[in-house]
């Protein structure tokens, strides 16, 4: 497989991002580092490209985020030690088997973390919480055929009780109460003395932005939250 190519960015960028998380040991304490340096950027609707009926192209871009590609820009380069590791890491969590094709493409949220835990990327966390079943047809991605997907979340009443297991770098992705999608929205947990953050990108605030995660579950309606551990690369 051809590899790809940095599109739309220079490698020095991306290594001078890369050099501030060199004395950071954890993937947890990197990701809070690589994380901070986007706040303020703007969101961008449909910032990849590709479709069913038009070809793929791998998107690589620190101008603007939807919450998907913020966390997964911000995890590729916790999982670099170079531009050329960014972009393959890059590649791999956003695609299946890192196949650069729209089919492949980790659209629905529930399908991009079953796939990068079995890739290695990250780990269940919340591992003593209370979960629930969740059974959803998934059909709103043009292109795609509807497919039913069953995942655990831990119900939103329940989150409160284990909001201190959380640790920083965890992501965390916000299920939907709606019968035909999983996810509704994704974020970054950053853990600020007895404080618990949530940096994403958020289409209401217009950007790259950093919030009390009571803040946000209190004003979104949802079913749960899932919560994934970086592991960190061998």
């Known amino acids: 497989m051809k590899r790809p190519q940095l599109r739309g960015l220079s490698r020095r960028h991306v ?10 040991r954890s993937a947890g304490d990197r990701i809070e580092v690589l994380s901070r340096q986007f706040l303020g950027l703007p969101y961008t609707i449909n910032p990849l490209i590709g479709s069913a009926n038009d070809p793929e192209i791998f998107v690589t871009s620190f101008k603007g985020f939807d919450c998907v590609t913020y966390v997964e820009t911000v995890l590729a380069l916790a999982r670099a030690a170079n531009p050329d ?12 088997d890192g196949r650069i094709d729209y089919s492949r493409r980790n659209h629905y ?8 835990a079995r890739a290695g990327a990250v780990r269940e966390a919340l591992n003593r919480a ?7 047809l998934l059909n709103v991605v043009p292109g795609l055929p509807p ?6 979340c831990v119900p ?5 009780r284990v909001i201190g297991e959380l640790r920083t770098g965890d992501l965390i992705f916000f299920a939907s109460t709606r019968s035909h999608i999983d996810v509704f929205h994704s974020g970054i947990v950053i853990k600020d003395g007895d ?12 950007g790259v932005v950093e919030q009390d995660l009571s803040e946000f579950l209190k004003a979104n309606r949802m079913a749960g939250v899932i919560v994934v551990r970086p592991r960190e690369k061998t």
Do not use: G
């Not at 290594?15 to 950071?24: A, F, G, V, Y």
């Not at 209370?130 to 959803?136: I, M, T």
């Open 15 to 24: 290594q001078q991002l890369l050099s501030k998380t060199k004395p950071k």
């Open 85 to 96: 590791d960014f972009v393959d890491e890059l590649r791999k969590i956003r695609y299946q």
């Open 109 to 116: 949220m529930t399908s991009w973390i079953r796939n990068n």
């Open 130 to 136: 209370r979960r629930v079943s969740k059974r959803r």
């Open 147 to 152: 497919k039913t997907q069953q995942f655990e």
């Open 156 to 160: 939103k009443p329940e989150v409160r």
């Open 195 to 206: 404080r618990v953050l949530l940096r994403h990108a958020s289409k209401s605030r217009n």
